[in-house]
């Protein structure tokens, strides 16, 4: 079990700091990345296991794109730029089709209460390493002792999960999204709906055991027990779901500059975006920070320790970075509810409201509505900031990848430099 920070923070960093230092270490390999990156090898040295980092914006894509543009010519690190893009594109998928994450949540808790005795079962012993193929049955360890499985290792489990083990795809999402230290509401449900075959459509991934000999490191394909039924595997069709209509976003009026109205505001940084000092906000002056690590909303989704104690090390980081930029008082809170912390803070250092940077789709969102009715009731106001970067590139995500990434190649491509005034690529 991962049970200490100090082990989880030396593989995957949990602070700015520590993101950035992998980083620095990774880019003079960054040209080897697309010959390399799906060779799947004990402590994954062919990638940047920043996943963590980029997930919780300790880091974001944009600066780690911006990076790469300074140092390598744009063919040699194309690839990985592309990879950076797949996650942009899979947020702004999710942000024009919000329905797609509730469906999702709404199937888990009817197959959780609901689902067949028989396949729960099923997917418990799966899920504990016990499904029968040894190289599987080890993915599920890894996944569960660290957080962390790479993205061919993500392919193969999901794929056998569905089409050979023919175990409901929300189930499989599930078990990543609880266990992952990356856990993203957009890559994982999207990424599931990717290997389903529910979200290109007549695209489906199917694990092969030449694929898996080919790039699987040969220590873990040493214990061949049960490798034949992914020879058997045959693609389970699963009814496709009427495609979601983009919705063009209403994107409501925020916050980049900050032009409040008179008042005393506080600053909330939760774990969905923990650089707000590095946003439009980082001009702001308030009052006082606020981090919660919030316990309930986390129980209601059932994230693992491993997770758990990620967010509480680099929400810390936060609060020393936070404090260090405002020069402000900064607060924590543990036990109870969002809307009970932001209320009490705010009384304590009597705020006018809160300011904090936008949630995208996810149990975070979800939870809104509550949490401004309750401000609302307690006469509080919250404004919300996005960052720039999101407001470029997320509406660009309404129809296929490769449309949205050709835009993007055409513009990295021919050159386009960064702008060093904004500090972004003008996509
Ligand atoms: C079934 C499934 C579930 C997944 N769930 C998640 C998830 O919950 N959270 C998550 O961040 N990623 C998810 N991914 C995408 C991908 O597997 C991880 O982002 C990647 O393995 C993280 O490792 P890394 O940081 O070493 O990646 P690198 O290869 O070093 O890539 C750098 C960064 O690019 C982005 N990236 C790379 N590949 C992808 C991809 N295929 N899709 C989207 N972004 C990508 C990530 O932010 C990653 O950190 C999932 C993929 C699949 C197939």
Redesign the pocket.
């Known amino acids: 079990m991962l049970g200490t920070m100090d082990r989880t923070d030396a593989v995957f960093s949990a602070t700015r700091e520590g993101a950035l230092a992998r980083w620095e270490e990774?880019l003079p390999r960054a040209s080897d990345?697309s010959a390399l990156?799906n060779r799947v090898q004990p402590r994954?040295p062919?990638?940047?296991?920043?996943?963590?980092?980029?997930?919780s914006r300790l880091v974001t894509?944009q600066e780690?794109v911006e990076s790469l543009l300074a140092t390598h010519a744009f063919t040699r690190v194309e690839k990985?730029v592309q990879?950076?893009?797949?996650?942009?594109?899979?947020k702004g998928w999710l942000e024009l089709r919000p329905g797609v994450w509730t469906a999702y949540r709404r199937e888990l808790e009817h197959l959780k209460h609901n689902g067949d005795p028989a396949i729960l079962h099923r997917a418990q012993e799966v899920m504990a390493g016990r499904g029968g193929i040894a190289v599987m049955d080890r993915f599920a360890r890894e996944l569960i002792e660290t957080g962390?499985?790479?993205?061919?290792?993500?392919?193969w489990?999901?794929g056998y999960w569905i089409h050979v083990e023919r175990l409901p795809w929300v189930l499989?999402?599930d078990f990543?999204?609880r266990h992952?230290l990356?856990?993203?509401?957009?890559?994982?449900?999207?990424?599931?709906r990717?290997?389903a075959g529910l979200q290109t459509k007549g695209k489906t991934?199917l694990p092969r055991r030449s694929n898996l000999e080919k790039y699987c490191s040969p220590v873990w394909m040493e214990d061949t027990t049960g490798l034949e039924r992914i020879d058997d595997a045959v693609v389970s069709t699963l009814k496709l779901p009427e495609e979601p209509a983009a919705t063009r976003v209403p994107w409501m009026p925020l916050w980049e500059r900050p032009e409040l109205p008179a008042g005393r505001w506080g600053l909330w940084i939760h774990g969905e975006d923990l650089t707000p000092d590095l946003s439009a906000l980082g001009r702001f002056q308030p009052e006082c920070v606020l981090t919660i690590l919030d316990d309930p909303l986390m129980q209601a989704v059932g994230l693992s320790e491993g997770r758990i104690a990620y967010l509480r090390h680099a929400l810390a980081d936060a609060r020393s970075r936070a404090a260090a930029h405002f020069g402000c008082p900064v607060e924590h809170r543990g036990e109870g509810s969002l809307a009970h912390h932001l209320a009490g803070v705010a009384r304590e250092h009597r705020l006018d409201g809160w300011v904090a940077m936008r949630p995208a789709v996810g149990p975070l969102a979800d939870a809104l509505p509550e949490i401004e009715s309750a401000l609302q009731r307690a006469g509080l106001a919250i404004h919300w900031c996005r960052r720039r970067w999101d407001e470029l590139r997320w509406p660009d995500a309404a129809s296929g990848f490769f449309p949205f990434w050709e835009q993007t190649r055409a513009r990295l491509a021919s050159g386009t430099k960064p702008n060093s005034r904004q500090g972004v690529l003008p996509l």
């Open positions: 990774f990345y990156r994954h062919h990638v940047s296991r920043l996943s963590p980092a980029i997930r894509t780690l990985l990879e950076l893009l797949w996650r942009d594109y899979w962390y499985l790479h993205n061919h290792a993500r392919m489990w999901a499989g999402a990543f999204y992952l990356d856990a993203d509401p957009a890559s994982n449900t999207l990424g599931w990717w290997v991934y």
